[in-house]
């Protein structure tokens, strides 16, 4: 079991953050939010796939006010995210949003810091303290991240969430590390400008994981240069993979080798795909489906997990809690496993 950082728990909007809560999916329209029919669209298509919160970028005043708009049309906290002008920050509160994210990069004045705390205070929603190297003063992340936090306190503000961003994953780490140890504010997690799907993936287990591994992480985001979707998707997949949650039953197939009789890359997508389809049909929680390609791995991992098919040629062997339970054709297999598990895991 992963022990977790312990910290303050902080509501954005209906969701709990903090060590007492699930870690928490974040992602990102990538849509202009001044188009609200097109971001509220993103946003809906976000949630279905599992994303707990969400945030848009709010470059000028149509935007913020925009986001009246979009908040009446979704059910998960709206975040607005907000750089350069302290402004911006104000109206997106006024318009409702359950969190802003401001980024002490760039908005550094005492005074306009004073009444965005003020306004957030006065409507009673968080504020993400989203630092980022790309835009730091040569103080560096944690000298940066206390000064910041230094003017929230003073002004008796303590709803506070904090991100630690880089695109060199190990920086990213370290600088998480070290501020954890100095405070007990909730930390979202990220590599920010990770890339595109395959590096971006890479970048953001490793780092992502590593801190999650260490027990810190209270939100997480998987910043890829692509479909939206495709973050929530990957975030999940990193929670589950540490068994920190679970969404639908774990896969666990071998990489297969010269042994191996069938196509076990297609039997395991389709798998994937109707377990994803179904996912509100049974409970997830620690389900293991093993299917393996040969006699060498098959019977031993296919006992271990609740269920799972061993293949042989044109055939495979059913397994339930180790016991054998058919032989069935390579063509059915997909199906028999899934009926199997149904039948075991109804709700």
């Known amino acids: ?58 470059k000028d005043m149509k935007a913020a006010e925009a986001l009246k708009a979009i908040k009446r049309k979704i059910n998960i906290p709206l975040v607005a995210d907000i750089h350069f002008d302290w402004r911006l920050a104000v109206l997106s509160i006024k318009s409702g949003a359950d969190k802003i994210r401001i980024n002490p990069g760039n908005i550094k004045n005492p005074a306009h810091i004073k009444e965005v705390i003020k306004t957030a205070k006065d409507a009673k929603i968080p504020i993400r303290i989203g630092l980022n190297s790309g835009s730091l003063p040569r103080a560096g992340f944690i000298a940066s991240a206390l000064k910041y936090i230094k003017l ?29 140890a100095l405070c007990n504010y909730p930390f979202h997690l990220g590599v920010t400008a990770a890339g595109a799907y395959d590096a971006g993936i890479v970048k953001s287990s490793i780092g992502i994981g590593a801190l999650l591994l260490d027990g810190i992480g ?79 791995n098959g019977p031993g991992e296919a006992k271990v997990a609740d269920i799972g098919i061993a293949f042989g040629k044109n055939a495979g062997i059913l397994f339930k809690k180790g016991k054998i339970v058919k032989k069935v054709k390579t063509k059915n297999a997909t199906k028999e496993l899934l009926k199997l598990l149904c039948a075991g895991h109804k709700p």
């Open 152 to 180: 929230f306190e003073k002004e008796n503000f303590r709803d506070i969430i904090i991100s630690l961003k880089s695109s060199d994953v190990t920086e990213t780490v370290n600088a998480y590390r070290k501020l954890a």
């Open 218 to 296: 209270d939100t997480v985001r998987v910043s890829l240069t692509g479909d939206p979707v495709q973050e929530v998707i990957a975030a999940k997949r990193i929670l589950q993979a540490l068994r920190l949650r679970s969404f639908v039953p774990e896969v666990i197939s071998c990489p297969t080798c010269g042994r191996c009789q069938v196509n076990l890359g297609a039997i395991v997508n389709e798998l994937e795909v109707r377990l994803s389809a179904m996912k509100h049909r049974h409970s997830s929680d620690g389900i293991s489906i093993a299917v393996m390609g040969c006699e060498v």
């Open 1 to 58: 079991m992963i022990k977790r950082r312990k910290t303050r728990t902080i509501n954005v909007g209906s969701v709990k953050i903090g060590s007492g809560q699930p870690i928490r999916i974040q992602s990102m329209t990538k849509t202009d939010t001044r188009d609200t029919k097109k971001t509220i669209r993103q946003c809906l298509e976000l949630e279905a796939a599992g994303c707990e919160i969400v945030r848009v970028a709010i």
